[in-house]
């Protein structure tokens, strides 16, 4: 059974930084490109960042430069290092096999002042 497990949100001011987790099971982590997504209220949940097996990672235009995606194969596990936040990038953020049904429960991101 897959299980996806977000964690690491939380309330913060504008240029902060967080660093989200999630932590997998049911996989075979280290053969499967992983996704970070995120769901902002009344907006369609988008691909935020992606990390392929191999390490190659993507980004939208708008976290390029501010998010960095990462993974550690041997805990399973992804995160997504998120620095100069905007008000923007308010959202529920959940990680993901692309293309698989799975989903998590998500981790709620506020930036506000």
């Known amino acids: 059974q897959v299980q996806l497990v977000e964690s690491g949100g939380g309330l913060v001011q504008p240029g902060g930084s967080l660093r989200l987790s999630c932590v997998t099971s049911g996989i075979i982590f280290s053969r499967n490109t992983m996704g970070w997504y995120r769901q902002a209220p009344g907006e369609q949940r988008e691909l935020v960042a992606s990390?392929?097996?191999?390490?190659?990672?993507n980004y939208v235009d708008s976290v390029k430069g501010r998010f960095t995606i990462s993974r550690n194969n041997a805990k399973n596990t992804v995160y997504l290092q998120m620095n100069s936040l905007k008000p923007e990038d308010t959202a529920v953020y959940y990680c993901k096999v692309p293309g698989w049904t799975n989903w998590g429960q998500g981790t709620q991101v506020t930036v506000s002042s």
């Open positions: 990390i392929t097996s191999g390490g190659l990672a």
